[in-house]
């Protein structure tokens, strides 16, 4: 999933992420072999959002509009599989799956650090080796790959060559510091999956490490070791005294800029959705209909206003286009689907916070299955990532002694009024 999200089979305008692929093809087999088994909530849930969403599309042909079929079609499909969850896992394969992520999270970090300091240090000039070997009708182009650090810069930004954006790197990294804080793994392992995140040159990522903090302190504290507070404070330091530092700082105020990337990502799509509903109110029941966001508001894809990056997140982009009924309901999917016997603390919230607010995710198997997979995947009641300590108060009995064993502890007769031992 990490290493080929930039890849997609040649199919219609836009192709099919190989990510949606490589989710049924693991899945399929899981399937199979009785290893994953449907949760009936999240079915109920899944199929009343469906229904709700169909139903809104068909009112929206059925009043002259043109929704799109594709989009529908990816939604359903898309999540279909977060019906599924595992029968029993257990803390062992949690831990396995969370270890496989960081330790390629670490590898995809170091390759990005490497890729941002030599261009700094001008002993290397970007070039893109993945679009030297991989046809470009087979790669993603609806994503700002090739980002530079400031306007008129040759400077690329961090993206590791494999990631869609350097915002990816950014996110998958922040990520993957949760997950190691939970898992509790070296820390020098943590200090690269930073230094990932500061060589995306990216506000999400630091975003999400400001949440994951939060949740640490109020959900497991016990996880912040001394150790891994200095490393923090380390790369904090690094970051302040390299060139980094000045183009991180002047985007602090990007929330309140118009046209900026933090206004487009944070502000400009919640403006813009409720304009577009105030505009006909029966879009607040059905929407605008599928992929109306791109064609109906504010954007540089789809044949929109060009210039107008609009990131639109899930839930204003399924209220838009569903209505607020429909959207309602599949955002309590989601979220349940995420949150239901999730095997860690912490790495949960963090997920959803990546996935609902940092990118435009609804459509984006490359981090929707990723976040997924990592949480209600490997939701079941077998879970447990540390020993639990039983709350039973009832004390223990010591086991019978061997038949040869037992004496009597009287002597003597025996009579009715006092039976023997």
Same mark, same amino acid.
Do not use: C, M
């Given at each position: 999933m990490l290493l080929t999200q930039r890849i997609v089979l040649p199919v219609g305008e836009t192709g099919v992420p190989l990510a949606l692929?490589?989710? *049924?093809? /693991?899945? @399929?087999?899981?399937?199979?072999?009785? %290893?994953?088994?449907?949760?009936?909530?999240?079915?109920?849930?899944y199929a009343g959002a469906v229904l709700l969403v169909l139903v809104a599309t068909w009112v929206i042909a059925a009043t002259g509009g043109s929704p799109s079929l594709t989009s529908l079609g990816?939604?359903?499909v898309l999540y279909a599989a977060w019906v599924f969850r595992s029968r029993d896992t257990t803390g062992a394969d949690a831990r396995l799956v969370g270890r496989v992520f960081v330790w390629s999270m670490v590898?995809?970090?170091?390759?990005?650090?490497?890729?941002?300091?030599t261009q700094l240090a001008g002993v290397w000039a970007f070039?893109? *080796?993945? /679009?030297? @070997?991989?046809?470009?009708?087979?790669? %993603?182009?609806?994503?700002?790959?090739?980002?530079?650090?400031?306007?008129?810069?040759p400077v690329v930004k961090g993206n590791a060559f494999v990631l869609l954006e350097p915002s990816f790197l950014s996110q998958f990294c922040a990520l993957a510091v949760a997950v190691g804080l939970v898992l509790r793994v070296p820390i020098w392992q943590l200090l690269v999956l930073l230094l990932g995140v500061a060589a995306s040159v990216s506000g999400t990522g630091i975003l999400l490490l400001g949440v994951v903090g939060l949740l640490v302190v109020a959900r497991s504290p016990q996880l912040l070791r001394p150790s891994y507070l200095v490393a923090g404070a380390v790369v904090v330091v690094v970051v302040a005294l390299s060139p980094i530092a000045e183009l991180l700082t002047s985007r602090a105020g990007e929330t309140s800029e118009a046209g900026s990337s933090g206004y487009l990502r944070f502000v400009q799509p919640y403006t813009e959705?409720?304009?577009?509903?105030?505009?006909?109110?029966?879009?607040?029941?059905?929407?605008?209909?599928a992929g109306a966001s791109e064609r109906l508001l504010l954007s540089d894809r789809g044949g929109g206003q060009v210039g107008e990056a609009v990131v639109y997140t899930i839930a204003p982009k399924l209220a838009f286009e569903y209505g607020l009924l429909a959207a309602g309901v599949f955002v309590l999917f989601l979220v349940l689907a995420m949150l239901d016997r999730a095997p860690w603390p912490v790495v949960p919230g963090a997920a959803l916070f990546m996935i609902f607010f940092?990118?435009?995710?609804?459509?984006?198997?490359?981090?929707?299955?990723?976040?997924?997979?990592?949480?209600?995947?490997?939701?079941s009641a077998a879970v447990t990532t540390r020993p639990r300590r039983s709350r039973s108060r009832v004390p223990q009995l010591a086991p019978l002694p061997a038949a040869a064993d037992r004496t009597p502890r009287t002597t003597g007769p025996t009579t009715s009024e006092e039976p023997s031992t």
């Open positions: 692929v490589l989710q *049924y093809a /693991a899945l @399929v087999p899981l399937l199979l072999v009785h %290893a994953v088994r449907a949760d009936r909530l999240r079915t109920e849930l990816l939604l359903v590898v995809i970090a170091a390759v990005g650090a490497l890729q941002l300091l070039q893109d *080796y993945l /679009a030297q @070997v991989v046809p470009r009708t087979w790669l %993603a182009s609806t994503f700002n790959f090739g980002n530079v650090i400031q306007y008129g810069s959705v409720a304009k577009g509903l105030l505009a006909d109110p029966l879009r607040y029941w059905v929407g605008a209909g940092l990118s435009g995710s609804l459509l984006q198997p490359q981090t929707t299955v990723l976040a997924w997979a990592l949480t209600g995947a490997l939701g």
